[in-house]
């Protein structure tokens, strides 16, 4: 069964950083891209971001919201892809997902999210 | 980027009706490896998004066949064909064929 669990969200003050987890499981991680998505509270879904598989290169590409303050990357050995997130914004608050992507089904697993709350 | 119009953004229905969710993005969503990569989301309330459909008609594995998808180029539908109670939450048309990933604005499905 696939299944992504999301972790390391918490209250952050903004200006400070926070790194999030989404560790897969049920399915060779390497073979994927991952996405991460975030849903701010009674909002719609957004995306973040995405990294590729090694197999097309780990590159990256992300939203103009959070370019140059967030980062993806990826441990294959661990089936971990991570958020690091800079320079926190009280409107980066929000439910981040990370999703499992492929060509053919993009986002086609969603992991059950964490919460990021950023506040003074 | 491309901006993806959901109507209507709310959809009352009777338990065993069909509903309709309409879905229409300012380009064209045909990849240029021929592939149109229109998905529809289904987000039942405090749960995460779910895929139900990808590459405008295509059903997700264990989606009931109540739920179809169509169209082509910029204009693409959401059909379930008898509501059901679980069927209650938001529908998100996402569009994958280009960064950035964009969402239309969701409909809320709900039972009258």
């Known amino acids: 069964e696939v299944q992504l669990v999301e972790s390391g969200g918490g209250l952050v003050q903004p200006g400070r950083s926070l790194r999030l987890s989404c560790t897969g499981s049920g399915f060779t991680f390497g073979d994927y891209s991952m996405s991460w998505f975030r849903q701010a509270p009674g909002k719609g879904l957004e995306w973040v971001g995405f990294i590729r598989s090694k197999a097309y290169g780990g590159t990256t590409e992300y939203a103009a919201s959070v370019k140059g303050r967030f980062t993806i990357s990826r441990d294959d050995s661990k089936s971990i892809a991570y958020l690091q997130m800079n320079s926190l914004k009280t409107e980066d608050t929000a439910v981040y997902y990370c999703?499992?992507?492929?060509?053919?089904?993009?986002?086609?697993?969603w992991g059950q999210g964490t919460q990021v709350t950023v506040s003074s | 980027d491309i901006v993806m119009t959901q109507t209507p953004l709310s959809s009352p229905v009777t338990l065993g009706q069909p509903a309709s969710i309409s879905c229409r993005s300012s380009q064209s969503l045909v990849h240029r490896d021929g592939n149109t990569y229109l998905s529809w989301l289904q987000q039942r309330p405090g749960q995460p998004p779910r895929l139900l459909i990808y590459k405008i008609s295509n059903r997700f594995s264990g989606v009931p066949d109540r739920f179809s998808g169509s169209g082509a180029g910029t204009d693409f539908t959401l059909k379930i064909s008898r509501v059901e109670a679980e069927d209650v939450g938001i529908y998100y048309c996402?569009?994958?064929?280009?960064?950035?990933?964009?969402f239309g604005q969701g409909t809320k499905v709900e039972i009258k």
């Open positions: 999703t499992r992507t492929t060509m053919v089904t993009p986002e086609d697993y």
């Open positions: 996402m569009q994958a064929t280009q960064f950035p990933r964009t």
